[in-house]
């Protein structure tokens, strides 16, 4: 079995910005602002962001509602949003210094670093006295590999304010950039003795200890930082490295285990893990780990070079070819995956091809005298990730994503809900204040994608009493056909709700409400098929009669739009129909339609951003998760942290 070549790389920390300044400093203390500043205090940024919607709805022209607004969507990670909410804030207000640092920060995630550069030149034109707009410009020019003035700027910010930890401890990055290791523990000392708390250090100085051979020096940083937040994921990450480096593998893996399950994202944590596990010849558990960091990031050829030495020791030689193929695809100038290539290529007899890989191989090692590729290395393992972007970016986000980790799936359709409250920030129509003003049952139907509060029972119970109370007063009317179907529905019985739905004449009033309603009850009866043929998913008839209740669904949701063609709903629910007969191009114009007549519709931003992840348009699907988020869809954040880092 390989054994394992470990590499120090430059050690790169995104930059710790974190505001020095008192956030009650940054914010006006009025109105809805003033409460929007008490949400992110408490971190809840979502609910912070509702608020000030309200606010920029009543005073637009504000630059300060947007620039707070920005701040909590950086704080869920919603960058694309917190950009264009500076910029807003820029607009209306040219010499606002902080909306230009925060979009420099955010540019630099980007890693835009030159307009991020000249975004800060603006915040220390207009504020010469503010150290941490020094310390951004100083993380800018050692980027660029501006040491000189890099220093000079860390400097400045120390001399501005001493007591600034991040310029301490951005010097000492620079310092270990330029292997200064023992002025770069000087410099983190005196970041940690500024701000103790401030953990990201610690993790610096547990790298810095290692770099100094100190490996268990570094482990106790590691262990204080997760004794303070046994959440902080790049120190269980880096504790893994210690353990796994020093063969200590039992709890290498517990380490890496508890990093997935922070955040099962991680795909730097996966292809570390399958180093570990093909070590120890556990080749099966190797290989799913690969296919998680290939999923997560389809270009990591590390990954299909790694796997494809995984496959080669368990003789699957073709799917093994596959993946170097792939390698060379992606990269066609990686020497060591044509000499394994070849290697492979003698092992299934196809001698022309091996030789055709050797020779290419030969010319891409004499081209490349210097490097690092070297023949010999050809079937080794490539090394571990040490310290990378990701681990970084996940980091920063620390106790601020709001999401949930779930399955992403759409949300689920529109349709007319009884209850016995009305929830207040439901959407109505002048249809269904109708209904509601009809008196026989004690019972409000709102529109709603959520399912009632009301036991089968209580709902049983209701339809009876509509259905006598109806016989004995003749109200039998077209609203009252609306509150029998929605019953019926619920209680399962479609084929009678359509019944009733198909006595409302074409000429009145709540016909596109009718034919909206029969567009859910044939989902229904859609979903219900598609449970029912679950086991039997790939007989052809079944999938049809399904396909079909969607078909009829789309064709309902269309006379709805014929009767109104401002109902958002109606699009809405044509739309998700359309995601799952695989009409995406059909139900992002739809989606788009609803958004059109109904610019506060949050799902449907969310679920279009969905379909445009899905055809591989990222930019315009995570606009729509930031948008989404900001009206307050907030399975959004989660999205937005997985596709638009």
């Known amino acids: 079995m390989s054994s394992f070549k470990t590499i120090c790389l430059p050690f790169l920390f995104l930059i710790i910005l974190l505001n020095s300044e008192n956030i009650q400093a940054q914010y006006s203390k009025d109105n809805l602002m003033r409460k929007g500043e008490e949400e992110i205090l408490k971190r809840n940024y979502t609910g912070a962001i509702l608020l000030l919607n309200q606010e920029i709805q009543n005073n637009p022209e504000n630059n300060l509602s947007y620039f707070i607004r920005g701040m909590a969507k950086k704080e869920l990670g919603d960058q694309i949003g917190a950009y264009n909410d500076f910029t807003t804030s820029i607009n209306l207000h040219p010499g606002y210094s902080k909306a230009y640092y925060h979009r420099c920060i955010i540019k630099i995630d980007f890693k835009d670093f030159y ?27 050692n980027i660029l590999k501006d040491t000189t003035n890099a220093f000079h700027d860390f400097n400045t910010a120390i001399f501005l304010n001493a007591t600034n930890s991040n310029a301490y401890l951005n010097k000492s990055l620079l310092e270990i950039d330029l292997k200064q290791y023992d002025k770069a523990y000087s410099s983190i000392n005196k970041s940690i003795s500024i701000t103790s708390f401030n953990l990201n250090a610690f993790i610096i100085r547990g790298y810095i200890k290692l770099c100094n051979k100190d490996s268990l020096g570094a482990k106790d940083d590691y262990e204080f930082v997760i004794s303070k937040d046994s959440t902080f994921i790049l120190a269980y990450y880096n504790l893994a490295l210690y353990y796994h480096k020093n063969k200590i593998y039992s709890k290498a893996i517990e380490n890496y285990n508890k990093v997935i399950s922070l955040n099962p994202y991680h795909s730097e944590c996966y292809y570390n893990r399958a180093a570990l596990y093909a070590e120890n010849e556990k080749y099966v558990e190797a290989i799913n780990d690969y296919n998680n960091v290939i999923k997560i990031n389809p270009l990591n050829i ?5 796997r494809a030495i995984v496959k080669n020791y368990l003789s699957d030689y073709t799917n093994a070819l596959s993946d170097l193929s792939k390698v060379i695809e992606l990269y066609p100038k990686f020497q060591k995956a044509y000499v394994l290539r070849s290697n492979l290529y003698m092992q299934i007899k196809n001698y022309n091809a091996a030789e055709k890989d050797r020779k290419f191989a030969d010319y891409l090692f004499s081209e490349n005298k210097d490097s690092t590729i070297y023949k010999s ?3 080794y393992l490539l090394p571990l990730i040490d310290f990378r972007t990701e681990s970084q970016a996940i980091d920063t986000s620390q106790g601020r994503v709001q999401y949930q980790l779930s399955n992403i799936q759409l949300k689920n359709i529109y349709t ?9 920030i439901k959407k109505y129509n002048e249809l269904i204040d109708k209904l509601n003003s009809y008196q026989v049952v004690n019972l409000k139907i709102r529109m709603d994608n959520f399912e009632t509060q009301l036991s089968l029972d209580n709902i049983a119970e209701s339809k009876i009493l509509l259905d006598s109370l109806a016989s004995k007063m003749n109200l039998l009317n ?4 609306i509150w029998k179907s929605t019953l019926s529905g619920l209680l399962k019985n479609f084929r009678e709700a359509l019944q009733t739905l198909n006595l409302i004449p074409d000429t009145s009033e709540y016909n596109y409400l009718s034919s909206f309603l029969k567009g859910n009850l044939f989902m229904k009866l859609g979903e219900q098929a598609d449970n029912k043929n679950f086991d039997n998913q790939f007989d052809d008839k079944n999938f049809n009669e399904i396909n079909n209740n969607y078909n009829i669904a789309i064709e309902e949701y269309g006379k709805s739009i014929l009767g109104n063609n401002k109902f958002s709903f109606a699009y809405f629910n044509r739309a998700y129909a359309k995601s799952l007969i695989n009409d995406i191009n059909g139900a992002i114009i739809d989606y788009s339609n609803c958004i059109y007549f109904d610019n506060s519709f949050g799902e449907a931003y969310y679920n279009r951003g969905m379909l445009y992840i899905f055809t591989g348009d990222p930019e315009k699907g995570c606009h729509d998760f930031s948008k ?5 869809v907030k399975e959004a954040y989660s999205l937005l942290f997985k596709y638009c880092k």
Do not use: M, Q, W
């Open 302 to 306: 590390y990954a299909y070079y790694n």
């Open 478 to 481: 077209e609203k009252y056909f």
């Open 628 to 632: 989404a988020g900001e009206l307050g």
């Open 115 to 141: 307009n991020a550069l000249t975004d800060i030149n603006k915040a220390i034109s207009y504020n010469v006295t503010n150290s941490d707009y020094y310390v951004a410009r100083g993380y800018i020019y």
């Open 377 to 379: 290395d050809s079937i």
């Open 416 to 424: 007319l809900t009884p209850d016995n409250e009305i929830k207040s």
